[in-house]
């Protein structure tokens, strides 16, 4: 009988050790929602294509339930190699952190004031810089 207890012992304090230590895989990292009003700062694409904004001159305004209106102050010259070039109201979906607009997908981060969307730039592709903006109206 005492040999029983001490077997127990130990094998009770493993399980209790591993009941607390498990991980339930839940991802406490909160996923962002992309809402508000963005002004564009830059877009690097293509290895020599950079095009730099001073903010108010192109905003992007997520109304959080997948509409986003785009204005402009500006207009793009003709070199400019921005996915979207006229004013206008788009649609758009957000997956976790992936970002579906005028039928490219982005993955994105929003930290603070800053919203970047990513294109494949390992491969060179898109990167979208935003500053937070605020409307005049609101």
């Known amino acids: 009988m005492l040999m029983k207890k001490f077997i127990l012992l130990p094998v009770l304090i493993v ?22 009003a ?10 020599l294509t ?7 001159e192109i905003i992007y305004d997520f109304d959080g339930a997948n509409m986003v209106t785009v204005w ?5 010259t003709p070199e400019s ?5 006229t004013a206008g109201v788009y649609e758009y979906t957000e997956i976790d952190n992936r970002l579906v607009l005028n039928g490219i997908e ?23 810089t935003f500053k937070e903006f605020q409307l005049e109206d609101e």
């Open 50 to 56: 950079q095009e730099d904004y001073v903010v108010g």
């Open 106 to 128: 982005y993955e994105f981060t929003l930290i603070g004031d800053q919203l970047t969307l990513f294109d494949d730039p390992e491969l060179d592709g898109a990167i979208i």
């Open 38 to 47: 963005f002004s564009l700062l830059s877009y690097d694409c293509c290895l």
């Open 15 to 36: 399980l209790c050790t591993l009941l607390i230590a498990c991980d339930n895989d839940k991802d406490d990292d909160p996923i962002n929602k992309i809402e508000g």
């Open 72 to 76: 402009f102050t500006i207009s793009p």
């Open 81 to 85: 190699q921005l996915p979207i070039q």
